[in-house]
C-alpha cells in the first residue's frame, strides 16, 4: 500500500499513550508520597524543587519542548514522502548539532550554579547552597532529555509509542529509588533523590530508546552538515521558541521565584506538588492525546488532506474536554480529602495538607485549558507554524506575570500564583482555539463550545453531590476506610458523569461505550 495511503491509527496510539503516561502519572504520585512520607514539607524539599529550576532553564533556553515538535513533522515529511534516506540524514545533523549545544550549556550552567541559584531563589538565599548541589547533580539529565526527545520523535514518526512512553516512568522509579535508598547516604537526604533523578533520565531517555532504535533499524552518523534543507527547516521552526516565552515552557520557573516572595517554609513544595497534581489530568489526557495526534495531523499536512486534518484536530480536543472537565470538577470540590489520603503520611502534616489542598483547588480551574492546550499546539507544528503560538504563549506569559504581580502587591495569599496561572491558560486556550480556526479554514468551534458546556453542566451536578457528602459524612479513624469511602464517592461521581453525557448526547460517551465493550470482551 502506497505511504500516502497508509492511516495512522490515532486511537490505538492514544490508548497506548494514555496507558503509559497514567502508569507515569501515578508514580509520580507515588514519588510525591515518599518524598512527603520521607521528608515532609519544609525549607530543604522548597530546595529540591527550586534546584530544578536551573536545569529547566536550560531546557528552556535551548528549546527542549519544541525540539521534538519541531523535528517530527520533518522527519515525518521525509520518512513519509519515500525519502527515508533523506530522513535519517537530518536525524543525524540535528542530533549531532544539539548535543554540541547541550553539553556546551551543561558546562556553562554547572560552573555559573551559584548565581544562577542566587537568581532562582529570589527572596530565600538561604536555601542557595544546597540548590547549587541539587542542580549540579540533575544537569547532565537535560543531555538525555534532549537527544532521547529525538530519538522518540522518530519513534512516534513510525507509530511506535510504546518504547517512548518508557521513558518518563523509569525516570519516576529513578526519583523513588533515591528517596527510599540513596537518601540514606546523604545529609540532607532530599540529596538522594537528585542522584535517583539522574539515574532515571539516563536510563528511560538515553539508554532505553538508543536500545530500541538499533532494534528498529535506525541510521545515525555523526555530521554537521548545516546546509541540509531539513535541518533549516527544523531550526527555523525552533527559532520562536528560543526566542519566545511560551507560558507552558516559563510558568512553573516564573511560579517557583513568585512563591519565594511568600515568607513560609513548604510555600515552593505546597504549589509545586499541587502543580504537579494538576499536571497529571494534563499528561494523562491533554499530552498523551496530543503526542497520539501529531504525526496523524503532520502526515495529513504534508500529504495536502486538510479536510481529515480538521476532523482528527476537533475530535482530539472534543475528547480532551472529555475526559478532562470531571477531573477539574473533582479537584475544585474536593482537594482536601484526596490531598489527605495520599499525602498526609509521616512528616506530611495536616498543615501541609491544607496549604496543597487550598492550591490545587485553584489548579482546578484551569485544567481543562491546560489540557487543551497541547494538541493546540501540535496542530500548528504539524503545519509547520511555530512563531504565531509562541507569540499567543509569549502574551499570555505576560499575563501571567502581570497577574501575579499584581495579586501579591493586593496582599493576596500564595494560592494566587496558581489561580493567575489558571486564568492564563484558559485565555491562552481560548486564543489559540480562535485563531488556529483561522488558519485552517475553520475549525468545529461550536463543536467544541458544545462539549465544553455538556461536559461542565454534567460535572457540575454530581461534583456539588459529592462536595455536599464528604462535608456530611463523618470523621472516619481509619485511612483504609476513609479510601474505600472516597473511592466509592469518585467511582459514583464518574458514572453520574457518563450517564449524564448520554443523556446529553454526547459522541463521546458512545466511545467509552466502545471501550467497554472491547474490554469486556477481552476480559471473557
Aim: proline fraction near 5%; aromatic fraction near 12%; charged fraction near 10%.
Amino acid at each position: 500500500m502506497p505511504d500516502e495511503e497508509k492511516q495512522p491509527n490515532v486511537a490505538r496510539a492514544g490508548v497506548v499513550m494514555m496507558a503509559s503516561l497514567f502508569l507515569s502519572r501515578v508514580l509520580g504520585i507515588i514519588r510525591d508520597m515518599i518524598m512527603a512520607w520521607q521528608f515532609g514539607q519544609n525549607s530543604s524539599t522548597d530546595a529540591y524543587r527550586l534546584a530544578f529550576q536551573i536545569p529547566d532553564l536550560l531546557f528552556f533556553l535551548v528549546a527542549g519542548g519544541a525540539l521534538s515538535s519541531a523535528f517530527i513533522p520533518v522527519f515525518s515529511e521525509y520518512l513519509h514522502t519515500n525519502r527515508e534516506k533523506e530522513a535519517w540524514k537530518l536525524f543525524s545533523v540535528v542530533t549531532t548539532l544539539m548535543s554540541i549545544i547541550v553539553l556546551a550549556f551543561i558546562i556553562f550552567a554547572w560552573i555559573f550554579a551559584t548565581p544562577l541559584a542566587s537568581l532562582i531563589a529570589g527572596n530565600k538565599q538561604h536555601l542557595v547552597p544546597l540548590v547549587v548541589v541539587m542542580s549540579r547533580i540533575v544537569l547532565p539529565a537535560q543531555f538525555a532529555f534532549f537527544v532521547g526527545g529525538l530519538m522518540f520523535g522518530t519513534l512516534y514518526s513510525r507509530q511506535v509509542f510504546s518504547i517512548p512512553g518508557l521513558g518518563p516512568n523509569i525516570y519516576n522509579i529513578g526519583i523513588i529509588f533515591g528517596a527510599l535508598v540513596l537518601s540514606q547516604f546523604f545529609v540532607p537526604g532530599v540529596i538522594g533523590m537528585s542522584w535517583g533523578a539522574l539515574i532515571g533520565a539516563m536510563l528511560g531517555s538515553f539508554l532505553v530508546p538508543l536500545w530500541a532504535m538499533r532494534r528498529l533499524g535506525s541510521h545515525f552518523e555523526p555530521s554537521l552538515d548545516l546546509s541540509h534543507p531539513g535541518v533549516k527547516k527544523v531550526f527555523r521552526l525552533m527559532a520562536p521558541v528560543v526566542l519566545g516565552l511560551s507560558l507552558p515552557g516559563v510558568y512553573a520557573l516564573i511560579m517557583q521565584y513568585f512563591a519565594t516572595f511568600y515568607p513560609i517554609e513548604g510555600v515552593n513544595t505546597a504549589l509545586d506538588s499541587g502543580n504537579r497534581l494538576m499536571q497529571a489530568p494534563l499528561g494523562i489526557f491533554g499530552q498523551s492525546l496530543a503526542l497520539a495526534a501529531f504525526p496523524a495531523l503532520a502526515q495529513f499536512f504534508a500529504q495536502d488532506r486538510m479536510d481529515l486534518y480538521r476532523g482528527q484536530l476537533g475530535r482530539t480536543v472534543r475528547t480532551v474536554i472529555y475526559l478532562s472537565m470531571p477531573v477539574s470538577a473533582l479537584l475544585i470540590a474536593v482537594p482536601r480529602p484526596i490531598i489527605s489520603l495520599v499525602f498526609q503520611h509521616g512528616r506530611f502534616t495536616a498543615q501541609n495538607t491544607a496549604m496543597t489542598a487550598s492550591c490545587v483547588r485553584m489548579f482546578g480551574i484551569g485544567i481543562v485549558a491546560w489540557c487543551v492546550h497541547p494538541v493546540l499546539m501540535r496542530g500548528y507544528f504539524a503545519m509547520h507554524k511555530s512563531v504565531k503560538p509562541i507569540v499567543m504563549g509569549t502574551i499570555t506569559t505576560l499575563v501571567f506575570v502581570f497577574l501575579s504581580w499584581v495579586f501579591i502587591s493586593l496582599g493576596m495569599s500564595f494560592q494566587s500564583l496558581a489561580l493567575s496561572g489558571s486564568l492564563a491558560a484558559i485565555f491562552l486556550a481560548v486564543t489559540m482555539c480562535v485563531g488556529l480556526s483561522k488558519d485552517i479554514g475553520g475549525l468545529d468551534l461550536a463543536g467544541i463550545a458544545g462539549a465544553f458546556g455538556k461536559t461542565a453542566l454534567a460535572s457540575a451536578i454530581p461534583g456539588a453531590i459529592l462536595l455536599a457528602l464528604t462535608l456530611a459524612l463523618p470523621s472516619l479513624h481509619s485511612r483504609l476506610a476513609e479510601g474505600i469511602a472516597l473511592a466509592t464517592l469518585i467511582l459514583a461521581f464518574a458514572w453520574s458523569y457518563y450517564g449524564l453525557t448520554r443523556v446529553l448526547g454526547m459522541p463521546e460517551a458512545d466511545t467509552v461505550d466502545r471501550a467497554l465493550a472491547r474490554l469486556s470482551r477481552k476480559t471473557k
